[in-house]
DNA sequence: ACGTAACCACACCGGTCGGTATACTCGCAG
DNA sequence: CTGCGAGTATACCGACCGGTGTGGTTACGT
């Protein structure tokens, strides 16, 4: 592809695809409203009623669609990851190359986090699903090895020696900035960040 | 005092106090029971019936020694705080003096999360409670807080200069590390920032 | 003309939620 | 002896939980 996102020979075979299932438009309401919902109050302090009521429509074909509402929130966090996805590598156009590209990361991110102030749908996930067989968890694990490969494949394009460890160093950042930028109230959290990272990139 | 913690000269009036009021022998249960539950399942989804009964004791016990079920969560967070504090400073003071003994905190990160496999209780509570006027938010925001003088205090006694900037990026790496070890089942991530914590202390 | 997928309105289910009320027993300090 | 704080046991409250069932209305493809 072109040189806004790590190339398939680094990433290995795309993990990304899984077209999205179509979805009828009462059930895509549903899934609009279970979204904003969850991500703003939680999982468990959501009802599906209020969800139905929300998107217009009733339970009835809340469960039509979706079989139950552990399936609802793996789709909620499943459509999140492509959004944040596609969020990050049209930032991510904009990037100079050299070195100190990995680091737009954090740019990208400071933008995101400017309108997403509840922090990281995943991590918040796993606080309310973690430990039990919920079908969420593995969207969850699946989104933090996609970040980690996005951003190992990032430094080695760059040119950046020692790839693996770094992009590991700078998803140490990424989350740890995502969640003091959150919990913590620490608004500049992306930026101190993103210094950190020209650091470790040795920029 | 000793050398195992950051003195109060740097750390400012010492915001650790609050010398927990005392509880009786059935609150100290119903708290204990609360801590293990809340940690291992989340909190909303805990009832206080579960509480009550897995201490032994009723609920209206539970309603004169709490007050409500908020006030209970807040507590517990209060004493998780302490014991991480005190796991802490005892981890500490084993770590040789010298520009490198900040990274020992990861050390004892590492420890830590072998036996707290739930990850961080304050970031789990927050995705929880957070964006509400729940009494948990202001314990939150507290610990996060204590860390990041904690480590920016580390830093300056072990004559690293830059110390607030440094003892941010070590507050970041700690975060990271927590949050990827948990979510991401990365279990090395405290040995990863451990690595990049010397690397930004410039050892 | 017929089947069918999508949707809506509404009623219903057992169970659990946080929280309150009543009534009783115990040990202890005045 | 009395009063009180602590605790137990149990019943109750309205609200909400996730999930199901019934019946009826459109619109569309065959």
């Not at 209020?50 to 609802?72: M, N, Q």
């Not at 156009?93 to 749908?121: H, I, K, N, T, Y």
């Not at 968890?137 to 090895?145: G, L, T």
């Not at 790839?163 to 109230?185: C, F, I, P, S």
Request: hydrophobic fraction near 45%; include cysteine.
């Amino acid at each position: 592809m072109t040189s806004t996102a790590p190339s398939d020979a680094v990433l290995g075979p795309a993990p990304d695809p899984a077209p999205e299932e179509a979805l009828t438009p009462a059930g895509e309401r549903l899934l609009e409203a279970a979204s904003a919902l969850f991500y703003r109050r939680g999982i468990r302090a959501v009802g599906v009623d209020l969800i139905a009521e929300t998107a217009g429509t009733t339970k009835k074909t809340l469960y039509d669609r979706f079989g139950s509402k552990d399936e609802l929130v793996a789709r909620y966090l499943r459509r999140r990851a492509r959004v944040w996805r596609a969020f990050l590598r049209a930032g991510m156009s904009d990037a100079p190359l050299g070195p100190g590209r990995p680091a737009a990361v954090f740019d990208v991110l400071e933008a995101w986090l400017r309108e997403q102030d509840r922090g990281c749908a995943f991590v918040n996930a796993y606080a309310e699903v973690g430990g039990t067989d919920h079908p969420a968890v593995a969207e969850i694990r699946a989104e933090k090895q996609w970040m980690l490969r996005y951003l190992v494949a990032l430094v080695a394009e760059a040119g950046v020696p020692d790839a693996d460890r770094v992009g590991t160093e700078l998803h140490l950042l990424y989350e740890g900035a995502t969640v003091l930028a959150t919990a913590a109230g620490v608004v500049d959290a992306p930026a101190r960040a993103r210094a950190a990272a020209l650091r470790v990139l040795a920029v």
